[in-house]
């Protein structure tokens, strides 16, 4: 009777009431508080929870109204459970798989989210109580449900997979109780996974390419996705044996493999696989694991896969779906292929070439957040000696490098980009990513030296045939200035890598042609002035093995010191001009000082000459210009004595008496 469910003081329309103001996005927060109180102190008060929640839970019902139902029965559940007896018991979970689950939902294609949810919830609680002690055909009744593909079907699997999950990571489970389900689960798992494997050969075998492509799954795949969760959950647990999903008696991980081709179960499978790859195994499992993972058919899948992917607009599933595959395979690496070599075995070398050149796919995407997955899988392997003398991965590196130097620059603001909410998240992105960057091209610069070095002579005579507008001179968010501030870095981290190393075998040639087209270079901007002097001083390491350029690079840091720029930039007041002239005067005298201090056995005695010639000259330009200009400024005047007295102590010990006391007597007066 309706009368039972309710005490004396709460009519069946105040309840009503409060639980569709619960749910309603027009209500207040304090109506939704007031509401939810009362709710809450019917779950309380109640004498007969079990037969309001089911009153309450009827498909008659609206949503809101069978979620609060079915919370009753959870509720239940969860503080009433040891009151009653063990019929009783039998009786709820009769009632609960009879009236509730099987005839009292609504088709799977059709129930609400929100229902299916708190079934699950009120499920896994019955199990963690008395599964499988007192409910040992849970397991049967979840198999006849998955064959009708109905609403129960997926609820009790969903359940399962809960379960598994809260084994681990309910702290209300008792030790003993823990350890009991612990030890039922293993004793299951077969039958479990024989379930499982069953459903997805049977989605495989019914679904055509009309079912891959329909907007809504099918009951069938709503099934199987739910089947896929209970993997995903068991494969994620310490406990779970997962060699026994890609042994050679299961054929788990084959058919995840052909569920990548399914458009609603692909990031499903994925995430199993993915779970699989980042488990640290024995060796023998690390071997077996990536023999599996790199046969000939499954890497031709993610060939196809990958190149489909990358060659059409991509949706946020599909991002999130290759960033899976990402994963997958850097896991595979760093924590299976990296064992197996480690420990003096190794994968099919043909395998192992396609590995690669599929990382590379990966990595050549344009995606920043799919490349800083992929990224740490190179960075990996360069930092192990036996990878690092592998002539498959040296065959690689160079494209490796070379796509690492296309997305090397910094993205401008006014740059799409489509996988952050903004430029600042994906400016912190870069960042991280740019410590990798530099990591990877100094190690590689090691490994093949001459082709990371003719990278970075590609890229820069890319930059030296590239014009600057005038209307973006002396502007920092612009393209040259950010191209050139980077492209010194890059070049910086190569020749210092490539000549830490004495005597290195590299094409001193090309190096050489390289060094003077930078020196012919001239700019009218000194902000890029600023970095061409960076990229000038990135090749002083060079000078230890050959001197050949060391004057002509003097001559050309001796210009840019006494250099003047025009002030009439739009834009650009002549404030800010006289700031951007010091700094590059500034940061030339520090690259001089650099190459004096680090590489004094290239001071040669022609050298040191041409030095006192340029130091000279120098000198009369400042006097002639102090002459010509009367009212030069006293910042620009405080700017020169910074500058040449710092030069005047640096080449103190260099240059004689009669060259130093004139710059002191006419400087410093």
């Known amino acids: 009777r309706i009368q039972i469910l309710f005490e004396h003081n709460m009519s069946l329309q105040e309840l009503l009431a409060a639980i569709e103001c619960i749910h309603s996005p027009s209500s207040t927060s304090a109506q939704r508080t007031h509401a939810y109180t009362t709710c809450e102190g019917f779950k309380e008060r109640c004498e007969n929870l079990p037969l309001a929640g089911l009153q309450l839970s009827k498909t008659t019902s609206s949503v809101a109204v069978r979620h609060f139902g079915l919370q009753l029965l959870e509720h239940f559940v969860k503080f009433k459970w040891s009151e009653i007896t063990d019929s009783e018991r039998s009786e709820f979970r009769g009632i609960l798989v009879k ?31 008395d599964w499988p002690q007192q409910w040992a055909d849970f397991l049967s009744i979840t198999k006849g449900n998955m064959t009708r593909d109905n609403t129960a079907g997926e609820v009790l699997l969903t359940s399962l997979s809960r379960l598994i999950e ?35 050969k049977e989605v495989l075998e019914q679904s055509g390419e009309g079912a891959a492509l329909a907007r809504r799954p099918s009951g069938r795949s709503r099934i199987a996705l739910a089947a896929l969760e209970v993997l995903s959950a068991a ?21 995840l493999f052909l569920l990548l081709r399914d458009g609603h179960l692909r990031q499903r499978a994925a995430d199993v696989l993915y779970n699989l790859a980042a488990r640290k195994t024995s060796p023998s499992d690390n071997l077996q694991f990536s023999n599996f993972m790199l046969q000939d058919d499954a890497l031709k899948m993610l060939f196809d896969i990958a190149s489909e992917i990358c060659s059409s607009a991509l949706s946020d599933e599909s991002v999130l779906f290759l960033k899976t595959l990402c994963r997958t395979y850097t896991q595979l690496g760093e924590n299976h292929i990296v064992g197996v070599y480690r420990n003096s075995m190794s994968v099919p070398q043909e395998a192992f070439q396609k590995y690669l050149q599929l990382m590379l796919i990966f990595y050549q995407h344009d995606l920043i957040s799919v490349r800083s997955i992929v990224i740490d899988l190179w960075v990996s392997f360069l930092n192990i000696e036996i990878f690092r003398k592998n002539e498959d991965l040296k065959l690689i590196i160079p494209h490796v490098v070379r796509a690492t130097q296309k997305y090397f620059c910094k993205p401008l603001a006014s740059d799409p980009f489509d996988d952050f909410l903004d430029y600042s998240e994906l400016g912190k992105i870069y960042n991280i990513q740019l410590s990798k960057m530099i990591s990877l091209i100094g190690h590689a610069a090691k490994v093949c030296p001459n082709q990371t ?34 492209f010194s870095t890059f070049l910086e981290k190569v020749i210092s890598s490539v ?15 390289s060094l003077s087209f930078l020196l012919k270079f001239d700019c009218h901007d000194p902000l890029v002035s600023y970095w061409h002097v960076s990229s000038i001083s990135a090749y002083v390491p060079t000078f230890r093995d050959s001197d050949v350029l060391t004057i002509p690079m003097l001559e050309k840091l001796f210009i840019l010191l006494g250099k003047k720029f025009n002030n009439s930039y739009p834009g650009v007041t002549e404030r800010k001009m006289s700031a951007l002239v010091s700094d590059l005067h500034r940061h030339t005298s520090s690259c001089l000082l650099k190459f004096v201090t680090n590489y004094p056995a290239a001071i040669t005695w022609e050298v040191f000459q041409e030095m006192q010639s340029l130091y000279s000259t120098l000198l009369t330009s400042i006097d002639n210009q102090r002459k010509f200009n009367s009212n030069l400024e006293k910042r620009e005047f405080r700017e020169y004595v910074y500058v040449y007295g710092f030069l005047a102590s640096l080449f103190f010990f260099f240059l004689p008496c009669s060259i130093i006391f004139p710059f002191f007597a006419r400087d410093f007066h």
């Open 499 to 513: 000549f830490k190393k004495p005597n290195p075998e590299v094409k001193m040639d090309a190096l050489h042609q």
């Open 235 to 255: 494969s994620c647990m310490t406990w779970f044996q997962h060699n026994s999903l890609y042994d050679k008696k299961s054929h788990v991980c084959t058919l």
């Open 99 to 129: 009236q509730i689950l099987e005839e009292g939902t609504l088709d799977i294609q059709e129930e609400s989210g929100l229902v299916r949810n708190i079934l699950s919830s009120l499920t896994t609680e019955i199990l963690k109580r």
């Open 453 to 486: 070095l003719q990278v970075a002579f590609d890229w820069q005579m890319s930059i030296l045939g590239s014009d600057i507008p005038p209307d973006i001179l002396c502007k920092e968010d612009t393209k040259p200035f950010t191209v050139w501030k980077y």
């Open 166 to 200: 809260d084994i681990e990571l309910d702290s209300n489970l008792t030790p003993a109780r823990r350890a009991d389900l612990l030890r039922c689960v293993g004793a299951c798992r077969d039958e479990i996974i024989e379930m499982i494997t069953c459903k997805l």
